[in-house]
């Protein structure tokens, strides 16, 4: 049993904060009230001032297992979530073996259950090796619980293969999510066409590299009646493509954005910095400033982080041969905290709805609410204090970030899942 | 003033140029005696490490730093571990126990001299890092035009072929800016983006770039080994619409027009070949001017500092020392 004091609850449906008590007991919540009675044997966290709310939960991560465990396993993977506030993820299938069999789920989903605390979730490959080929056998991964199917990291390309695809797996029940970029425009650069591309002498790689697929991707789905789900949008007309083709009424498309594409911009790639490299790439202050105006009016459902492990070596390369990616986990839910919650360019609604309640809903999961008779799946977060994210406080394998060594504002404090409290600082 | 590394033009103070192409005048005399030697840097190592072909840069720094009296060592990329898989980090951490006072280096990948600056204590100096940055470059070309222009305020360079993929477009027109000559682009519209700095002219007209009425035509070397993807139909079509022909070689010549090029000349594409001829032609003097801007470069720079900690794999210093929104 667990009683917590005086917390500020935070809900998807408002922007404003309900003082309360809260009551758990065997991992569910019994009553919310304010002034409730400690029941005997129940241990009280005197919350005044915390910020209570649902559980994070990513619908996006790169757990690199198996095949490139050097740069983050499922324990690690897990552990970095949990220390960021987050109890459930959706693992991305470009491993090595690709996630695109039975077989290969049934590893993944067997390993999670022995080396997570927190449920790990996994999507399958489109195509057989994401070669963009031959489809992968997809009933057998529906079997096991398979909902969401990409080729990310690279785009389905061949129209055909992906219609093709839509039209049986929606059959089954089954959604795609799409990585969007026409390879013969995008190159390996992993940075944006213009001032900054120029300035530093890599030949970039222009929006409609994205937009395009993008576009093309949610009319393959208006054709075969099926929900594509774009990934990581990271561009101004890219996200008003899906705003139109919401506007529209016709087409089953949700949308992502991630912290880092509402955060930072080219420029602050400066002088080769490879923890600003990633794919798609970070574009300008215009394409920041239009991609949180989406994520306010809803354009984008959730916010996932991509969560891209390399390992330092890899990383320490030059920008041209250093991998795309950038780590999300550990840092995330503080990082929205500070450049956002804080100075009031969105409330908490934003990321309860956004990055809690919504990612759950595409899964076809319940959602994470403090509500009476729900589930436990919560945090606590400091708003008065900072946190230092140093290499000892990443729990991630790999520390690509560029908050490496930054202090923000907001803390982490608590992470309950049922009957377990998974962090307490 | 003195620096430990060249490795780009953007950030040279003015008086730092001003000192170079000073000291460059100086050396260049030297070139008369019968001893062309000086003892500057006796007894110090310079490295060449050039991933990339290149025959005029190479032996133009190692004719400088032997005549400033340098050892000189050249790095066989061919033959060395590069070729058994070894990553640049670790070249650099064996570059680096060798305690060469200099490297001279040239690669494909954009950033990479200023990585390897950042992790030794020897002298980096840049000799084109893909189509980022070319110092030296920039310098014997604006040392070159103060010989035809000793005050170069005002005058116009128009620099004309593949600036996308061009490190001598990029630091040469910043160093000439920073002189106070202006400078535009010609070329097809493929090949000159529509991002380039708002100071610089922009034209995809021979006519209308000719209008702008230019001191001195610079051309590019057409380079067909950077482009992955076609960037104009032919080079026939190239030289016809973008070449200096016999036909504007004369209207050229009525103009009294200098014509540089950084090399080696593609014939019959960038110019034709009675411009290797053409009296004010400045193609030979920015090789001859290449050395003596070497040797100041080399003169200028102090190596030394802290020997680096052999802290291995740690990401390099990042530019900012804050993240966000600045």
């Known amino acids: ?425 | 003033m003195a620096r430990k590394d060249l490795l780009d033009i953007a950030s040279l103070r003015r008086e730092e140029i001003e000192f170079l192409l000073d000291q460059s005048t100086s050396f260049k005399k030297l070139f008369t005696h019968s001893v062309k030697k000086i003892p500057a840097l006796e007894g110090k190592s310079v490295l060449m490490l050039f991933y990339e072909a290149s025959t005029r840069t190479h032996s133009s720094f190692e004719v400088a730093a032997k005549r400033l009296s340098a050892e000189v060592t050249n790095f066989d990329v061919a033959h060395s571990s590069i070729t058994k898989g070894e990553s640049v980090r670790e070249t650099i951490e064996t570059l680096q126990a060798m305690r060469t006072d200099y490297i001279v280096v040239r690669h494909a990948h954009p950033g990479l001299p200023g990585m390897i600056a950042r992790q030794t204590t020897a002298s980096v100096i840049n000799a084109g890092d893909g189509a980022h940055e070319h110092p030296t470059q920039a310098l014997l070309d604006a040392f070159t035009i103060k010989e035809k222009f000793p005050d170069p305020r005002g005058k116009k360079v128009l620099i004309i072929g593949d600036i996308l993929h061009s490190r001598v477009a990029r630091s040469t027109s910043t160093l000439l800016q920073k002189l106070g000559v202006e400078v535009a682009y010609l070329g097809p519209g493929s090949l000159v983006p529509k991002y380039v700095p708002a100071s610089i002219r922009r034209f995809t007209d021979y006519e209308a770039a000719m209008a702008w009425a230019p001191d001195v035509v610079y051309l590019l070397r057409v380079q067909l080994e950077r482009q992955d993807v076609q960037f104009f139909p032919s080079v026939r079509e190239y030289h016809r619409v973008y070449g200096i022909t016999t036909t504007r070689l004369a209207e050229i010549r009525d103009r009294g027009l200098y014509i540089m090029h950084p090399g080696p000349v593609n014939r019959g594409v960038e110019l034709c070949d009675a411009v290797m001829d053409y009296e004010r032609s400045l193609i030979t003097n920015q090789v001859e001017n290449g050395i003596s801007i070497r040797m100041a470069v080399l003169d200028w720079l102090t190596p030394g500092g802290e020997f680096p900690r052999q802290e291995s794999y740690v990401a390099p210093q990042r530019a900012s020392a804050t993240v966000g929104r600045p």
């Open chain 1, 1 to 425: 049993m667990l009683l917590l004091q005086n917390a500020r609850i935070a809900s998807e449906n408002s922007p404003l904060l309900i003082e309360g008590d809260v009551l758990i007991v065997e991992g569910k919540i019994q009553a919310i009230g304010h002034n409730l009675a400690t029941p005997k044997g129940a241990r009280v966290i005197d919350a005044r001032g915390r910020i209570l709310m649902p559980a994070m939960f990513d619908a996006h991560v790169h757990f690199r297992a198996p095949g490139f465990e050097n740069k983050e396993t499922i324990t690690t993977g897990s552990e970095a979530a949990i220390n960021g506030g987050v109890t459930g993820v959706v693992m991305m299938p470009n491993t090595r073996p690709a996630l695109d069999s039975a077989t290969a789920i049934a590893t993944v989903l067997e390993n999670a259950k022995l080396r997570s605390r927190i449920p790990v979730y996994t999507s399958g490959c489109v195509t057989k090796n994401r070669e963009g080929k031959e489809l992968a056998e997809i009933e057998g991964m529906r079997e096991l619980g398979v909902k969401m199917l990409t080729d990310d990291g690279d785009t389905t390309n061949d129209p055909a293969v992906l219609l093709r695809a839509m039209q049986y797996a929606t059959e089954f029940g089954m959604f795609f999510a799409s990585h969007c970029e026409v390879p013969e425009l995008a190159g390996p650069r992993a940075l944006n066409e213009g001032v900054m591309s120029y300035r530093l002498g890599i030949k970039g790689s222009p929006t409609c590299a994205e937009e395009i697929i993008i576009d093309r991707d949610i009319r393959l789905a208006h054709a075969a009646g099926a929900h594509v789900h774009i990934q990581h949008v990271s561009s101004k007309l890219g996200m008003e493509t899906i705003r139109w083709w919401k506007s529209r009424g016709d087409v089953q498309v949700t949308a992502e954005v991630a912290p880092h594409h509402l955060l930072f911009t080219d420029e602050h790639i400066g002088d080769y910095d490879t923890n600003y490299k990633m794919n798609p790439p970070l574009r300008t202050q215009a394409d920041c400033d239009a991609l949180l105006e989406g994520l306010i009016e809803g354009v984008f459902d959730l916010i996932a982080t991509d969560h891209a492990p390399h390992t330092p070596f890899e990383k320490a390369q030059d920008f041209m041969s250093a991998p795309n990616g950038i780590t999300g986990l550990d840092t995330a839910l503080v990082s929205l905290y500070h450049y956002f919650v804080e100075p009031k360019k969105f409330g908490w609604d934003v990321v309860v709805k956004r990055y809690s309640a919504e990612p759950r809903r595409l899964m076809g999961l319940p959602v994470a609410a403090i509500e009476v008779g729900q589930q436990a799946e919560c945090l606590l977060f400091d708003t008065e204090v900072e946190t230092t994210f140093t290499r000892e406080f990443m729990k991630s394998k790999s520390q690509n970030t560029p908050f490496l060594d930054q202090t923000l504002k907001g803390r982490v404090d608590l992470v309950i899942l049922g009957t377990e409290i998974l962090l307490e600082r």
